[in-house]
């Protein structure tokens, strides 16, 4: 009988079964019929899989026709390795379906089942594309069951870059669970393909052993006697089997648990006198004793300690993953002296691994994944010289990786990725000649890769990728020709790569990104015949690209972007004919490009922002399968009608910043998934044509800053999915169409510096989303439109250089969200609105060259205005220097009397304040003298710093010119900020003091330098030294490029680097300082004027806070009262009345930071975060985030609006904020 294909297992009658356990999971019908058919007919080979998963169950049953062909199999195969796993071979006790076989042989006829299948062929996935990264885990050893996912590319201005380092990118090649709709469910497609791109942990490919069939097994759910019922009246010990003992143990550990009425263990109830617990649920037994546990999924909410570890002599099988388990691991589990498989993975477990786990010396595989165990791991695990896999990811692990590793000589996988583990990689673990796959990425470890590694002669899979390892790539690694994935990515990895890599012929990926490596790209690299993924990305490479790559002609995936890459891209790429993605962006090639596109498979192409000329090639032209393409910043030329095709499945293309000409083509609209259009900075002309209006899926248009004519399309107020539109700087003429007011999902747009005119239409614009309009310098005219007054999102305003007339709607000052304001040089007439009072202090107005008349208010929007900004309206007037004063009316004296009374009511309170006044000086006189000499102390303690004071006092006044107002580079409260370039060519920045004399801004100085001398953090601004004299005070700090973060976002271009990976990175090192303040430092420091100007960015986006001077250190004894500081709008609601400073109040700016950082603004009073849907929270600069990035913003989003809860006591803690973030999955967080 055929073993191929069939539903279930066939009529067994008159047959005899055996079972073969510790299988893997890639283990088929196929390997296992021709090893056993050696010894006799088989009828049939049979694997049971999981009804719910469809997931091989780790066993399978191999049936002979007769007996002694099945006992000579048994004496056989016992033992013998297959797919590396030692297998048991012995007669069923039960046969697959629960059929009863006694003595081996089967008894009764049973139907197949429907629930498995023989060798039923595992299905097949290929993923899409995805804009951010892709994890790869493990792959088959055979190349036949390679399984390839795609990649996912990068996300820079949310266009598909990765500039961060600490991405988690990888893609990620490491195996792990996936929660899916349950708790701990597999994702299936990653079980389905063993060792191969996507499957599942291959933790899971070992044996599991489930539950034993049986006909007399019980699912009903009516419920079953209870479990201390039982207990009460079991028999006495004289007339108690060993199975009734074990059953007895396992009952009472039943009744400790939280769900004791769990409806899956329904079988779990006692048996008759000298019954046994063999035929319950996941129980297998063998010669009447326990020998396996399987209750995978079965819902145990229980700790391990009343386990019966003592009662089980017999154990050799437990796995109790996916379940409810807390609490720690007990030390009694070094009892089980049998155990041969342990798995207790995607539990809720904490405390330490115990080092009796140590004891178990016949165990082959332990599995401890995604748990929360922390402390170091035991050394004594060395100890288990069986050990065949050993997997402890995803938990809170630390320490070192024991050197007892070394003596796992049968260790064939090993992972121990998502951890925090440190250290150096132990050289002894180049004795472990039988390893097969090593994961060991996510950590923290350090020092070198040792050289010993490239003795594993049989290692397919190496990933240390995302650790802190330094030093160079070992050369011994090019030995391993077995090696199949080599992930040495998002390290510290320096100097040349080895050209001996070029001699691990078997390798299908290489992924050495996000490194310091530099020199050349290694011919011999193309020898790598069988290579599919090369990603050199992100190092110091230099030199051109070498020919030989033009070899590698398996190759589909090809990243070199962002190196020192010079010279032409060589032509012999062209020959790789199955390449899909090719990114060289961000280097220093010259040139013309090449034919590149001979396969017509490119999806993804990148070249932008390098210094390439010339046309586009015909094969780039012609290359239909293109979804995605960057040709910006370059200087390609060309008529653009000509130089590109037809794309159908094209959805992102920027040609911005080269020297293109001619006329739109309507080609463009033949792409019909378009979402992404830029040709910005070329020299186009001619109209934009209307069949533009086709393009339904288009987000994002901008053909700013060409020599576009015409009218705007009418057609283009169709396209209802637009988030920006920018068409400024070319030579538009007619009117704003009505048609644009039913663009509702707008939130930028720029129609500046064209030759527009007519009024603003009144139902224009109409989207609450919009945060950027831009009409300034057209020809508009009338009034402005109180529907403009409705944008409350609205951030930037402009609306200068028009002929706009009219009163100034006071609609405009309820736009709380305000930055900027600009209607300067219109014709604009009547009184500034009182409601512009109520605008956000920070925003920047500028009304000058109008008509307007009347008072400037005094509300904070007006208080630090310039000149410059009310200049050019002659009826304005105003305590504002160069403004007329407004005119007092004169006061009538109608009687006399009345005066008198007037000057008696005026005089009397004043004379009392004057001998007030008096009084208070000579106390301040004598106060100051008695405490003159502490103040002389205190500026004996200024005049010292940490730096040598003389020299370097003399170096920065000269490095500023003396404060030169050309070096400053900010201003606050108490002083500005310059930039100083010292002798040494180091760069500082020297916040300079206005003035010691005030009490406040010496309060600030020493504030500043008490906190900033007592604490150190790499997220916080370094304090290199201060100086105080009579002529200058000032501190001296770490300088940031990049400038404040508040700087960065107000800034397009800059805010489109900042992709969503980097700002959450923002917010984790924010949250991780203010967690060290307020938890690590004693006493505890409260910053009180958290907000995105006193947030400083490094050149890798790290953050770190600065602005010291309102800092307050809490003390236990004293009620922290304290005056009112910080930033509008940062400040916590409570400050307000109560004047009382706590941690909370720095988590309520925190909650406030995180908002604008990923809604790119400040988030406004008004923000109702219950009212709005999630993309209102979101910066429409960049793309839309893709399914895992918009996980974690929502998940950050929640997190924010916690911290902004208006009762302190509900605010979770720094310390819970900073852990959340920094989970390491913040997606299984959010579930």
């Known amino acids: 009988m055929s073993h191929f294909g069939r539903s279930g297992p066939p009529d067994i009658r008159d047959t005899f079964s055996l079972l073969v356990l510790n299988i893997t999971f890639r283990t088929t019908a196929d390997d296992l019929f021709p090893l056993f058919d050696k010894y006799g007919k088989v009828v049939d080979v049979f694997i049971p899989r999981d009804r719910r998963t469809g997931d091989s169950r780790g066993f399978a049953f191999v049936r002979y026709k007769y007996q002694d062909e099945a006992r000579k199999a048994v004496e056989k195969l016992d033992g013998k390795l297959v797919d590396g796993r030692e297998i048991m071979v012995q007669f069923a006790k039960y046969g697959p379906n629960a059929e009863r076989i006694h003595k081996g042989r089967i008894s009764e006829p049973v139907s197949g089942s429907k629930g498995s299948r023989s060798r039923s062929p595992r299905p097949r996935y290929r993923d899409d594309y995805r804009e951010k990264d892709y994890r790869k885990r493990s792959r088959s050893s055979s190349r036949g069951r390679y399984e390839k996912e795609w990649h996912r590319g990068r996300d820079r201005d949310r266009d598909y870059r990765h500039r961060n380092r600490s991405r988690s990118r990888s893609r990620s090649l490491t195996p792990g669970y996936r929660r899916d709709h349950g708790r701990g469910k597999y994702d299936y497609e990653r079980r389905s393909r063993s060792r191969s791109y996507g499957s599942a942990s291959p933790a899971r490919r070992s044996l599991s052993p489930q539950r034993s069939p049986s006909p007399r097994k019980t699912t009903s759910r009516g419920g079953s006697p209870d479990a201390r019922n039982y207990i009460e009246r079991s028999p006495t010990p004289k007339s108690v089997s060993p199975a009734h003992r074990e059953a007895n143990a396992l009952l009472k550990w039943k009744a400790t648990f939280k769900n004791e009425n769990n409806s899956i263990l329904t079988s779990w109830t006692h048996p008759k006198a000298r019954g046994s617990p063999c035929n319950w649920f996941g129980v297998s037994c063998i010669d009447g004793s326990v020998n396996s546990l399987n209750l995978t999924n079965a819902n145990i909410n229980a700790t391990l300690y009343k386990f019966p570890f003592s009662s089980l002599p017999n154990l050799a099988f437990i796995d109790f993953c996916i379940n409810r388990l807390f609490g720690t691991i007990p030390p009694q589990i070094g009892k089980l002296s049998k155990l041969v498989y342990l798995d207790i993975s995607t539990n809720q477990l904490t405390g330490t691994i115990p080092s009796e786990i140590g004891r178990l010396t016949s165990l082959q595989t332990l599995h401890l994944v995604e748990n929360q165990l922390n402390g170091s791991i035991p050394s004594e695990i060395g100890q288990l010289v069986s050990l065949s896999e050993l997997a402890l990811y995803s938990n809170k692990l630390?320490?070192?990786?024991?050197?007892?590793?070394?003596?796992?000589?049968?260790?064939?996988?090993?992972?121990?990725?998502?951890?925090?583990?440190?250290?150096?990689?132990?050289?002894?673990?180049?004795?472990?000649?039988?390893?097969?796959?090593?994961?060991?990425?996510?950590?923290?470890?350090?020092?070198?890769?040792?050289?010993?590694?490239?003795?594993?002669?049989?290692?397919?899979?190496?990933?240390?990728?995302?650790?802190?390892?330094?030093?160079?790539?070992?050369?011994?690694?090019?030995?391993?020709?077995?090696?199949?994935?080599?992930?040495?990515?998002n390290n510290n990895l320096t100097d040349l790569i080895p050209a001996s890599l070029g001699k691990a012929t078997g390798l299908t990926i290489l992924h050495l990104y996000a490194n310091n490596l530099s020199g050349p790209i290694p011919p011999e690299l193309g020898n790598l015949k069988s290579l599919n993924e090369l990603e050199l990305s992100e190092n110091n490479l230099t030199g051109s690209i070498p020919a030989s790559l033009g070899d590698l002609s398996n190759l589909e995936y090809l990243f070199l972007r962002q190196n020192q890459l010079s010279g032409p891209i060589s032509s012999e790429l062209g020959k790789l004919k199955k390449l899909v993605v090719l990114e060289m962006d961000e280097n220093q090639f010259s040139g013309h490009l090449p034919e590149l596109c001979g396969g017509r498979l490119i999806q993804h192409f990148t070249v932008d922002n390098n210094r390439l000329s010339g046309p586009i090639p015909k094969s780039l032209k012609n290359c239909s399968s293109l979804t995605r393409a960057r040709f910006d910043h370059n200087q390609f030329s060309g008529n653009l009608s000509e130089e590109f095709g037809v794309y159908p499945n094209l959805t992102f293309m920027d040609l911005s910043g080269n020297k293109f000409y001619g006329e739109l083509s309507n080609n463009w609209c033949s792409s019909e998934q378009l979402e992404t259009l830029k040709i910005a900075k070329n020299n186009l002309s001619g109209s934009i044509p209307p069949e533009f209006g086709n393009l339904s899926q288009i987000k994002i248009l901008d053909l700013s800053s060409n020599q576009l004519c015409g009218g705007i399309p009418k057609e283009i107020g169709k396209l209802i999915l637009l988030l920006k539109i920018d068409l400024n700087d070319n030579q538009l003429f007619g009117d704003i169409p009505y048609e644009l007011g039913s663009l509702s999902s707008l939130n930028y747009l720029d129609l500046s510096r064209n030759r527009l005119k007519g009024p603003i239409p009144k139902n224009f614009p109409n989207s609450e989303q919009l945060f950027h309009l831009n009409l300034s310098y057209n020809f508009l005219s009338q009034t402005i439109s109180i529907q403009i007054g409705k944008l409350t999102h609205l951030s930037a305003l402009d609306m200068s250089s028009n002929s706009l007339t009219g009163e100034i709607p006071s609609e405009l000052g309820f736009l709380s969200s305000l930055g900027m304001l600009n209607l300067s040089y219109n014709r604009l007439s009547g009184f500034i609105p009182e409601s512009f009072q109520k605008l956000p202090s920070s925003v920047d107005i500028d009304i000058s060259y109008n008509e307007l008349e009347g008072q400037v208010p005094n509300g904070k929007p007006f208080q630090n205005v310039s000149i410059e900004k009310l200049r050019g309206n002659k009826g304005l007037c105003g305590d504002i220097a160069g403004l007329q004063p407004c005119k007092v009316p004169p006061v009538k004296n109608h009687k006399t009397r009345k005066g008198h009374k007037l000057i008696l009511i005026v005089a009397i309170p004043l004379l009392g304040a004057s001998l007030l006044l008096f009084a208070l000086v000579g106390m301040l006189i004598m106060y100051e003298r008695r405490k003159r000499s502490s103040r002389d102390a205190e500026d004996d303690l200024l005049s010292i710093s940490s730096f040598d004071g003389v020299v370097m006092y003399k170096d920065i006044l000269e490095a500023t010119k003396e404060f030169d107002a050309a070096f400053c580079i900010g201003e606050g409260g108490c002083g500005r900020v310059y930039k100083a370039k010292l002798p040494s060519q180091d760069i500082v920045a020297v916040k300079r003091i206005h003035s010691l004399s005030t009490m406040a801004n010496r309060r600030a100085f020493l504030s500043e330098i008490r906190a900033l001398t007592g604490i150190k953090h790499r997220n916080i601004v370094k304090l290199y030294g201060f100086c105080s004299n009579a002529q200058h005070s000032f501190l001296v700090y770490q300088y940031f490029d990049r400038g404040s973060l508040a700087k960065t976002l107000s800034i397009d271009e800059e805010a489109k680097t900042l992709d969503w990976l980097k700002r959450v990175n923002i917010l984790k090192g924010v949250a991780h300082a203010l967690s060290y303040m307020h938890h690590s430092c004693s006493p505890p420091i409260v910053h009180r004027d958290i907000s995105s100007n006193n947030i400083l960015l490094d050149t890798e986006y790290e953050a770190h806070i600065s602005d010291f001077g309102t800092a307050k250190f809490l003390k236990c004894d004293s009620s922290n009262l304290s005056a009112l500081a910080g930033t509008y709008g940062y400040v916590a609601p409570e400050l307000a009345y109560t004047m009382k400073v706590t941690e909370k109040c720095d988590v309520y700016s925190f909650g406030v930071l995180a908002l604008e950082v990923i809604k790119g603004n400040r988030p406004g009073d008004s923000l109702r975060p219950r009212e709005l849907q999630f993309k209102d929270f979101l910066d429409p600069r960049i793309l839309y985030p893709n399914l895992e990035e918009e996980a974690i913003l929502m998940f950050v989003v929640k997190l924010a609006t916690k911290c902004i809860h208006s009762n302190p006591q509900f605010r979770p803690t720094m310390n819970v904020v900073s852990d959340m973030l920094s989970a390491s999955n913040t997606i299984s967080v959010i579930s």
């Open 398 to 489: 630390d320490g070192p990786i024991p050197v007892s590793f070394g003596n796992l000589r049968n260790l064939t996988f090993l992972y121990l990725y998502n951890n925090s583990l440190s250290g150096f990689i132990p050289p002894e673990m180049g004795n472990l000649s039988n390893l097969l796959e090593v994961y060991m990425d996510t950590n923290m470890l350090t020092g070198p890769i040792p050289p010993t590694l490239g003795n594993l002669n049989q290692l397919q899979i190496l990933n240390l990728f995302k650790n802190k390892l330094s030093g160079s790539i070992p050369p011994e690694l090019g030995k391993l020709k077995s090696l199949e994935i080599l992930s040495l990515a």
